[in-house]
């Protein structure tokens, strides 16, 4: 019993270090950076809209561009509460239309990021499958991922 | 819990059909009501929708260079909102920028758009507005610093750069562009945000549409003027259709804040050929040159 106890403390002690070593590799990063590789991944993520928007338009898909900008939408998705650290915002001198609530509603800013990376899956399975309808359905949860995340967290 | 259900069920029955949007050609005045007052923008204002305060109910926060303003109760509640209003006093509103008191509106109330609205909207629009639940809610005092909370400077500044004149449309233009302006100019009063303003809170109107740095909220608020490089003249009408319809840019963004609001509310509501009508009249304004801050 007390052996499992030990076994326990050393895992949880060995996910403390990995853990601390993932936020220094994060907070190696300058805010400098993290915006500058923000505002990049966010072009690519509006070419990736372009792409699966046109394609969603004119029902015509073409899997691997379709598989691709999905890929890129789920890297972001999961990126971005990163890209969206402390200290990164027009308070610390920014010039950025992201606005304060990233900091004051996280958890709500986390969630709209997973609907992103759950709508770009969708659209993966989807195209891979050939299945039109759902790629269609797999868009409109894209666009309204955009929608709704830039609506509270983004100057128009 | 079985009738919960079934009332839940019954809701998601009605959800789709109530999300219809309203026909400006109904025989209706309430539904032709709901047209004008999503072409007008009105919810977006009057409702806290931020703070998710009851609709239309008012005490939506406005923040400007000159101070904090608070939307007004417009339901018809008969002590807080516009329940004992008769309907001249609701078009002097609109066209003249009046309190039933007799007291000037502040301009954060587009009224200086308003002012063009056609005799059937302001009824269709009184209509649809009584139409609505009516919901007790006392009015906030605007947060102004002096003078600015001087109301009576108002009838002042309405003199100066307020001009009392119903939509006059334009014979040599097609119908589509008088609409367009119609809707861009009067209902959907876009140039209150698109147009900088002077010190003393006025549109600059020789640079219509041309942007403002120092939007709603401090934000800036982009040119929409065909200019190439600081406007939109890169954007087809298509492109501008699509902006209005989802919200989407032609690089495949997508608006927010404020304009998120407005499409959301507004714009995606209209008919498609309403939203085609202000394109072309988009395209046709003189292309100004003036970069505001993005990004």
């Known amino acids: ?156 | 819990m079985v009738r919960t259900l079934s009332a839940a069920a019954l809701l998601g029955l009605l959800g789709p059909a109530s999300a219809l949007a309203a026909d400006p050609r109904s025989a209706d005045p309430v539904e032709r009501g709901e047209y004008v007052f999503q072409a007008g923008g009105c919810l977006e204002c009057h409702t806290d929708i931020k703070g998710k305060g009851p609709e239309l109910a008012g005490g939506r926060a406005l923040e400007s260079p000159f101070g904090t303003f608070y939307s007004p109760n417009i339901t018809p509640h008969a002590e807080t909102g516009i329940g004992r209003w008769t309907p001249e006093q609701f078009a002097a509103a609109l066209r003249h920028g009046e309190r039933p008191d007799g007291a000037a509106y502040y301009p954060a109330f587009p009224y200086t758009s308003y002012t063009g609205m056609t005799d059937a909207d302001i009824a269709d629009l009184w209509a649809y507005l009584k139409s609505r639940p009516a919901v007790e809610k006392a009015n906030p005092e605007h947060d102004l610093p002096p003078p600015f909370a001087w109301r009576w400077t108002l009838r002042v500044w309405r003199g100066m750069f307020f001009e009392d004149a119903r939509f006059a449309p334009d014979p040599t233009k097609p119908e589509a562009w008088n609409r367009g302006a119609y809707l861009a100019n009067v209902l959907g009063h876009c140039a209150e945000c698109h147009t900088p303003r002077n010190l003393m809170g006025a549109r600059d109107d020789d640079m219509a549409y041309a942007g403002n740095a120092e939007g709603p909220g401090g934000e800036a608020v982009p040119n929409i003027t065909p200019h190439p490089e600081t406007g939109i003249g890169n954007w087809s009408e298509d492109d501008i259709v699509t902006l209005l319809e989802m919200g989407m840019t032609p690089d495949g963004d997508f608006v927010g804040g404020e304009m998120a609001l407005v499409v959301e509310n507004s714009t995606a509501k209209l008919t498609d050929e309403d939203r085609r009508a202000i394109a072309i009249y988009l395209k046709s304004l003189a292309p100004l040159e003036n970069a505001v801050a993005s990004d």
């Open chain 1, 1 to 156: 019993m007390s052996f499992a106890f030990v076994t326990r403390g050393r895992i949880g002690f060995a996910a403390a270090a990995l853990a601390a070593v993932f936020a220094t590799a994060a907070i190696a990063q300058t805010p400098e950076e993290l915006v500058n590789q923000r505002q990049a991944g966010m072009k690519e993520l509006g070419a990736a809209s372009k792409a699966l928007n046109t394609m969603a338009k004119s029902g015509e898909i073409n899997a691997t561009e379709a598989v691709k900008a999905a890929n890129t939408a789920a890297q972001h998705a999961k990126a971005m509460p990163n890209w969206f650290a402390k200290g990164t915002g027009a308070d610390a001198g920014f010039k950025t239309k992201a606005r304060a609530e990233i900091w004051s509603d996280t958890d709500a800013f986390s969630k709209a990021a997973q609907q992103l990376d759950a709508a770009a899956s969708q659209i993966s399975t989807a195209a891979q499958a050939g299945d039109k309808a759902g790629f269609t359905a797999g868009v409109d949860q894209f666009n309204g991922s955009c929608q709704s995340c830039h609506k509270a967290f983004r100057a128009s």
